[in-house]
């Protein structure tokens, strides 16, 4: 197999930006998910997290990276030929003067983040027409609840180019908490999540041929083509090797919700076939006895390390051999508390 595609997404639930190459981290690819919308409920100022399930207008808003800032621009459906200036939010920035508040997001709670003010704040809160806050991670860590996370190290055993066999320790890299605990960005569960284009295909065998189901909708930030695996064969991976070298363990299904019924264009659920796609899936995706309602695609991953390994971080590119060197006997059960 190949990586066919890398998204990174620096404000969370917008659209996300490719890449050609991304840097690996123990908290998935450089800048993912480091910012957040929340709105602002009013009167009593409480913070509602915005994600595409349950703000479809969040699919509106376009970013791309270009020297060291994020430029958001937004897509008005009602004045296509809108041609404003973008936002530019600095990728990093110095949070002492930014004002420390606490965020929840699925139960990993209270986890420390900073507000962006104006007038970045206003921006936002002119085009969705209520108070938004936009939120930066900064030092903030959120915790890896359930059994999301991989064992801690694993006997690995792959076939070399000779026929014979070859044993490896591994375990996951993440970074850790004052605590000694792991944690994560404003992804939902892991660093990262992986999707094969094989599984894709018979998404769109559901759809009429000329209204295919196009890839950004399942939000992912590593796509491999899947030649050589059936569709669905993801459920059952639980190691990937890039180039022979550099590993992911993949620990937990992506289990869907109404987001992938929405239209990019509209910011509302699509109408049509392509707005019925969570159910079809329905009929025999829903493969996770952890969330049986909800159908399965896709599965998170950590970045792993061989025990001889120098440092903590890796390139893909979009090209890069993916082979998988681990598959699990049975499917992996949902599991993060509350969510």
Request: with cysteine; net charge negative.
């Amino acid at each position: 197999m190949k990586i066919t595609t890398l998204y990174v997404y620096p404000i969370k639930a917008l659209r996300g930006i490719k890449l050609k190459s991304a840097r690996i981290g123990p908290q998935g690819i450089a800048h993912d998910r480091t910012f957040m919308l929340f709105q602002v409920s009013e009167p009593d100022g409480e913070l509602k997290k915005m994600q595409v399930d349950s703000h479809p207008q969040c699919a509106l808003f376009e970013q791309e990276l270009s020297g060291g800032n994020i430029s958001v621009r937004y897509h008005d459906p009602e004045n296509q030929d809108q041609d404003e200036q973008p936002l530019v939010i600095p990728l990093t920035l110095n949070t002492a003067t930014l004002a420390k508040i606490n965020v929840n997001l699925h139960g990993s709670a209270p986890s420390s983040a900073y507000s962006m003010g104006s007038p970045y704040e206003d921006w936002f809160s002119a085009r969705f027409g209520f108070p938004i806050r936009l939120v930066y991670i900064g030092d903030g860590k959120r915790a890896v609840l359930g059994d999301t996370l991989p064992p801690k190290q694993h006997q690995q055993t792959t076939q070399n180019g000779k026929g014979g066999w070859l044993s490896s320790l591994t375990s996951y890299v993440t970074e850790r908490d004052q605590e000694g605990k792991p944690w994560i960005t404003f992804t939902d569960v892991a660093p990262l999540l992986v999707t094969s284009e094989s599984s894709l295909h018979d998404v769109s065998a559901r759809l009429p041929a000329d209204e295919p189901m196009p890839m950004y909708k399942f939000r992912p930030n590593i796509v491999v083509d899947g030649q050589g695996e059936e569709a669905w064969a993801e459920d059952l991976w639980a190691e990937l090797t890039f180039n022979n070298k550099h590993k992911l363990l993949l620990t937990g299904n992506c289990v869907r919700c109404v987001s992938i019924n929405v239209d990019y264009e509209t910011g509302k659920p699509a109408v049509g076939e392509l707005g019925s796609v969570l159910k079809k899936l329905m009929k025999d995706r829903r493969v996770d006895t952890g969330s049986k309602w909800s159908p399965v695609f896709g599965r998170y991953a950590f970045p792993a390390v061989m025990q001889d390994s120098q440092g903590a971080s890796f390139e893909l590119r979009v090209g890069d051999e993916v082979e998988v060197t681990r598959r699990n006997a049975e499917r992996t059960v949902w599991d993060w508390p509350g969510l």
